[in-house]
T-cell receptor
Framework: DVKVTQSSRYLVKRTGEKVFLECVQDMDHENMFWYRQDPGLGLRLIYFSYDVKMKEKGDIPEGYSVSREKKERFSLILESASTNQTSMYLC?????????????FGPGTRLTVL | AQKITQTQPGMFVQEKEAVTLDCTYDTSDPSYGLFWYKQPSSGEMIFLIYQGSYDQQNATEGRYSLNFQKARKSANLVISASQLGDSAMYFCAMREGLGTSYDKVIFGPGTSLSVIP
């Protein structure tokens, strides 16, 4: 059974803390994505990566950074968490290159910044 | 600018009736893919259906069909014979830039569908 896992389902952090959200996939997918989901706004793309050590900014990268040191792992970093980063964070992966395969999603991390 | 538009924030449909969820998109790439996902209250994202920009025929998957009108840049999802379990958020998504550094998938704001018994 294919899987995308995220390190936490729920996370509560304080303003100014550094936050790491980890995503691991076991499907040998090239492409990985981080989204945040807010009511009425859908899923907004934060960062994506098409290969190890490669990253591209999505639509809302401000306040976030990412790391992809291994093919299976894609980390989202909030350098200094703020209350407006309270949200649901979804990681996804898909096969790259030859065809438009669907994405597989993790269960999400609901982050609350106090 | 919003590249995926879903103009219906919420919709109701009677059980066993058909319903159409609207989606329009914007891209200058000649090659792209369009997807629909379902997100029930449990939060998981469930892939429903896919349409390639070069596909000649509209995609179908069981009770789901995609009404693809390329010239209008629309990719509406049709659910036939609605069931109570169809109550969920539905997201339209587009993938473009296949195989390039900007190979990405973007989503619309979603439509909340409620099926009434």
């Amino acid at each position: 059974d294919v899987k995308v896992t995220q390190s936490s389902r729920y996370l509560v952090k304080r303003t100014g803390e550094k936050v790491f959200l980890e995503c691991v996939q076991d499907m040998d997918h090239e492409n990985m994505f981080w989204y945040r989901q807010d009511p009425g706004l859908g899923l907004r793309l934060i960062y994506f990566s098409y290969d190890v050590k490669m990253k591209e900014k999505g639509d809302i990268p401000e306040g976030y950074s990412v790391s992809r040191e291994k093919k299976e792992r894609f980390s989202l970093i909030l350098e200094s968490a703020s209350t407006n980063q309270t949200s649901m964070y979804l990681c996804a992966s898909t096969r790259g290159g030859v065809s438009y395969n669907e994405q597989f999603f993790g269960p999400g991390t609901r982050l609350t910044v106090l | 600018a919003q590249k995926i538009t879903q103009t219906q924030p919420g919709m109701f449909v009677q059980e066993k009736e058909a319903v159409t969820l609207d989606c329009t998109y914007d891209t200058s790439d000649p090659s792209y893919g369009l997807f629909w996902y379902k997100q029930p209250s449990s939060g998981e994202m469930i892939f429903l259906i896919y349409q390639g920009s070069y596909d000649q025929q509209n995609a179908t998957e069981g009770r789901y069909s995609l009404n693809f009108q390329k010239a209008r840049k629309s990719a509406n999802l049709v659910i036939s014979a609605s069931q109570l379990g169809d109550s969920a958020m539905y997201f339209c998504a587009m993938r473009e830039g296949l195989g390039t550094s900007y190979d990405k998938v973007i989503f619309g704001p979603g439509t909340s569908l409620s099926v009434i018994p």
